[in-house]
């Protein structure tokens, strides 16, 4: 493979010597994570630009070579607060953008997700936030008041909506479908469960063709049988790997905070200090392809939910996504075992 300029010109048989030479087993186009909050220790949910920079670069070495930073329910001020602080971040390439889950979301599917904080959407609001810029993603649960015209106002701004921490019905959720609802925020969790009466929003989402499902593949929010059954229901073209990694993810099991609560690491698994919700994961894009790959994916196909698919999502698969000549060199080189060796991002090396 040949590099210039930062992006692939030419994919073939070796030839002559290269500036770098690298030996792996396998080469994956570099991962693109949309819903994470955090890594490393560090967070991207309080709007510190350092702490956004080093989970960003966290992540980094575990092959997410594009992000969105994450962030939580929370009062109004503070998502203006981050989502301003962000947009150097993102001028810098960074940062992708922004992904704003809640909080026009569903009490009683909220997950980890802080209840003091959720509310109905207000669009006055919702456009304030939209006018800062950088804003690229908005989890809402339809079944809210004003879910819809949300949703149409969020399409109508070129931001992506989706479809989460919801107790919406079949009808309701293809309603925001109809609206221009593009994406299942990590499907099957903190939503209503499907019934064979009233098959609810899992079975709308995986059914549209215009979705694209998240899905968590840590073997704790999922288990490995439902993750496939997933994947092959929506197939890799509609499918997204993400981790929803919360700071703790490639820390030590302990005491952590997401969105102003107390979460508890335990074996790897990040849970509410008060209830037991699952609060994100401690997972890495990295960890996530192997999971997949070890429930019985092919790899090619994990390849394309890892990064083709979510690259295509945030309208970036003319730029990256695929090795391609043309494509920005960004790429993870892996090893027998699917462990990173080498993480490539615009064809230079990642520390």
């Known amino acids: 493979m040949r590099i210039r300029h930062g992006a692939i010109a030419d994919v073939g048989p070796a030839g002559r010597a290269r500036r770098f030479e690298y030996e792996a087993a396998w080469v994956l186009p570099g991962f693109v994570d949309l819903h994470v909050h955090g890594g490393g220790?560090?967070?991207?949910?309080?709007?510190?630009?350092?702490?956004a920079r080093a989970a960003a670069d966290f992540h980094a070495r575990h092959g997410t070579t594009t992000m969105l930073a994450s962030l939580v329910t929370a009062p109004f001020e503070l998502l203006r607060y981050a989502t301003a602080a962000y947009a150097p971040l993102i001028a810098e390439r960074v940062l992708e953008g922004v992904h704003v889950e809640g909080p026009y979301l569903s009490a009683a599917r909220c997950g980890a997700q802080n209840p003091a904080y959720l509310r109905d959407p207000d669009l006055a609001e919702l456009a304030a936030l939209l006018d800062l810029g950088g804003v690229r993603m908005v989890t809402i649960a339809p079944e809210r008041p004003g879910a819809l015209a949300a949703i149409e106002l969020l399409v109508a701004r070129g931001v992506i909506a989706a479809v989460g921490h919801t107790d919406a019905t079949y009808d309701q959720t293809r309603d925001a479908i109809g609206a221009g609802a593009g994406v299942a925020t990590h499907l099957c969790n903190a939503m209503r469960p499907i019934h064979?009466?009233?098959?609810?929003?899992?079975?709308a989402l995986l059914a549209s063709p215009d979705?694209?499902?998240?899905l968590i593949a840590d073997g704790v929010h999922l288990h490995d049988g439902t993750l496939r059954f997933a994947a092959d229901a929506a197939?890799?073209?509609?499918?997204?790997?993400?981790t929803d990694a919360m700071a703790a993810a490639g820390m030590p099991d302990g005491r952590y905070e997401l969105g102003g609560q107390v979460v508890d690491v335990d074996a790897g698994a990040a849970r509410l200090a008060d209830g037991g919700a699952i609060a994100g994961s401690t997972l890495t894009m990295?960890?996530?392809?192997?999971?997949a790959v070890h429930s019985g994916l092919g790899i090619a196909d994990v390849a394309r939910m890892a990064a083709t698919t979510p690259a295509r999502v945030l309208g970036l698969r003319h730029d990256r996504g695929a090795i391609e000549v043309g494509l920005r060199a960004d790429l993870v080189l892996l090893d027998d075992d699917l462990r990173v060796t080498t993480v490539l991002r615009g064809g230079d090396p990642v520390a």
Do not use: K, N, Y
Not at 41 to 51: L, M, R
Not at 196 to 203: F, L, Y
Not at 211 to 214: D, H, R
């Open 196 to 203: 064979h009466r009233e098959p609810g929003p899992i079975v």
């Open 41 to 51: 220790g560090h967070t991207f949910t309080t709007g510190d630009v350092a702490q």
């Open 235 to 242: 197939g890799a073209d509609r499918t997204a790997l993400v």
């Open 211 to 214: 979705v694209v499902c998240e």
């Open 286 to 291: 990295d960890a996530a392809l192997r999971r």
